[in-house]
């Protein structure tokens, strides 16, 4: 092979590498396919997948930094358009599209992104009603969390002062849009509750379009709310925006206007009540009075009152008699127990050996105690034979043993 240049494959690889990164049209490429073989490396942060159609499958890749900023969650089966460039990767001579921004084909990121995350949310339970907890009726303090220089705070704050001004409002300025608006947010919503400085929280907004309310459906600030040990009520937008603020918080407001009237009860309607209830004390207190006095006659002429004595000596004649069937209860009592306690003494004496000995018998011992048999004897030895009134001293002269075929 004289002649012929032999290259590496490492060169091989590196060398059709600049071929494609120095083509201007494989810089920049948009490709429409639907993912597969996806891999969501979390520690990294990198994003490994094949978008395919009908007839092919082309390898691609999208690193951490490109990856953070996207605003849906890519998913298996997912139809994709991909922004990127085509190169090589020499390691493994492999060629694969190198991501840089990606959005789901026939809707938009963010619609997906807010479909995604209400999906899996409500999987875990956040939007339940279980977990709400009720507005209270009447608040000392109403926290308010929303911009200070949007139209909301202001027609909240003209309608919690004209609906219920001895309430105090405690304000707490934040960005509502913007890269910085979900971190404002949930600190907010934290520091009321770390200073318990509220009875309920108003958080939202005026309207806007979706990019506009996005703060208010980060993920971070769902779960604050959830977390919040505070009633929330959630004002967000138009009547027709739906945000996840609205469906985990404990309430929803169509508008800022209508959450701060239902944050506070009617002062109107409040005065009414109250004359309504001053106008109908007086009879309402004379009912009472009356029922008082009937009960206070139906005691003055009660037998306790009128005849003391008489009381006494009925509950005493009950007491007596309850003494006498004491008495004879435990009298009936220990009669019962003597009875069984001789019954089981009898019993004893039965069984006592000193009852055998007193008809006729006798007990044999020696040195080892009882004797059971003449066959634990031999002559020559000494033994006591006790008897009902005492014991005599005796030694065997002979032993004789029955035997056996004697039964025979």
């Known amino acids: 092979m004289a002649g012929v240049s032999v290259i590496t494959v490492s060169q091989l690889n590196f060398y059709i590498k600049s071929l494609l990164d120095e083509n201007t049209v494989l810089r920049e490429v948009y490709i429409s396919g639907e993912i597969s073989n996806l891999t969501d490396h979390y520690r990294s942060g ?35 358009i991909a922004r990127g460039r085509v190169s090589v990767y020499e390691a493994t001579g492999q060629y694969q599209l190198y991501i840089e921004d990606m959005q789901p084909d026939g809707i938009g990121a963010l619609n997906l992104a807010y479909e995604q995350l209400k999906r899996r949310l409500a999987e875990e339970g956040l939007f339940s009603d279980e977990r709400k907890k009720p507005i209270p009726k009447f608040p000392n303090r109403i926290g308010v969390i929303t911009s200070p220089t949007g139209a909301a705070v202001q027609d909240i704050l003209n309608i919690l002062g004209r609906r219920y001004p001895i309430s105090e409002v405690v304000f707490c300025p934040v960005l509502v849009q913007g890269e910085g608006a979900p971190a404002q947010l949930i600190d907010a ?20 379009s979706i990019e506009d309310l996005w703060a208010f459906n980060d993920e971070g600030l769902a779960r604050a709310i959830a977390a919040s040990d505070i009633p929330i009520i959630s004002a967000v937008g138009h009547e027709t925006d739906f945000t996840i603020c609205d469906f985990v918080s404990d309430l929803r407001a169509p508008t800022p206007s209508a959450a701060a009237e239902l944050a506070t009860p009617n002062r109107s309607e ?71 306690l001789m019954s089981l003494a009898s019993k004893l004496e039965t069984l006592s050996p000193m009852a055998v000995l007193s008809r006729g018998y006798s007990i044999t011992e020696n040195k080892n105690g009882v004797v059971r048999n003449a066959a634990s004897l031999k002559k020559g030895d000494r033994v006591d034979v006790i008897f009902e009134d005492g014991k005599v001293l005796c030694e065997v002269k002979a032993v004789s043993i029955k035997d056996s075929a004697d039964d025979e």
């Open 46 to 80: 990198h994003i490994y997948l094949s978008l395919k159609d009908d007839k092919a499958v082309v390898r691609a890749v999208m690193f951490a930094g490109n990856a953070k900023r996207l605003r849906f969650k890519p998913e298996e089966g997912m139809k994709v």
């Open 189 to 208: 919503v934290r520091r009321f509750n770390r200073a318990n400085a509220a009875d309920v929280i108003i958080i939202g907004r005026g309207g806007g």
């Open 270 to 340: 409040l005065l009414a009540y109250f004359k309504s209830i001053s106008s109908s004390l007086p009879s309402i207190m004379q009912r009472r009075i009356d029922l008082y006095r009937q009960e206070l006659d139906s005691l003055t002429s009660s037998k306790i009152l009128s005849s003391p004595t008489e009381y006494i000596n009925v509950r005493k004649s009950e007491l007596d008699v309850l003494y006498a069937d004491m008495t004879r209860a435990f009298t009936n009592i220990v009669l019962e127990k003597r009875y069984r």
